[in-house]
């Protein structure tokens, strides 16, 4: 079993940055994890993973890992009001699939 936990969401203006971290816990040895978000009234999507990252946001976001605290990181800069959304954290490990409790982000002026 895997555990999950998201922190780092909150409220920026337009242009603003913001870091948000997923921890796993639990029996780990080879763990696959990205984000998803889901916007009010859509369905949820993939944001960014193993080199990939969605139209909307490359070259504004980074994926990135830190192995020993088996924690992935999602980095977003110059942030739009369209990335409002709750974003998850997903992980896969031997077929089974896991998700965080997600985070809200809100960009707002």
Same mark, same amino acid.
């Given at each position: 079993? %895997?555990?999950? #936990?998201?922190?780092?969401?909150? $409220?920026? *203006?337009? /242009?603003?940055? $913001?870091?948000?971290?997923? &921890?796993?816990? /639990?029996?780990? +040895?080879?763990?696959? =994890?990205?984000?998803?978000?889901?916007?009010? !009234? @859509? @369905?949820?999507?993939? #944001?960014?993973?193993?080199?990939?990252?969605?139209?909307? #946001?490359? !070259?504004? +976001? &980074?994926? +990135?890992?830190?192995?020993?605290?088996? &924690? %992935?990181? $999602?980095? =977003?800069?110059?942030?739009?009001?369209?990335?409002?959304? #709750?974003?998850?954290?997903?992980?896969?490990?031997? /077929?089974? @699939?896991?998700? /965080?409790? !997600? &985070? *809200?982000?809100? %960009?707002?002026?």
């Amino acid at each position: 079993q %895997v555990q999950l #936990v998201e922190s780092g969401g909150g $409220l920026v *203006q337009p /242009g603003e940055s $913001l870091r948000l971290s997923c &921890t796993a816990s /639990g029996r780990i +040895f080879s763990i696959y =994890m990205a984000w998803y978000r889901q916007a009010p !009234g @859509q @369905q949820r999507e993939l #944001v960014a993973g193993e080199s990939y990252y969605a139209d909307s #946001v490359k !070259g504004r +976001f &980074t994926i +990135f890992r830190d192995n020993a605290k088996n &924690t %992935v990181y $999602l980095e =977003m800069s110059r942030l739009k009001p369209d990335d409002t959304a #709750v974003y998850y954290c997903y992980a896969a490990q031997e /077929g089974v @699939q896991y998700w /965080g409790q !997600g &985070t *809200q982000v809100t %960009v707002s002026s």
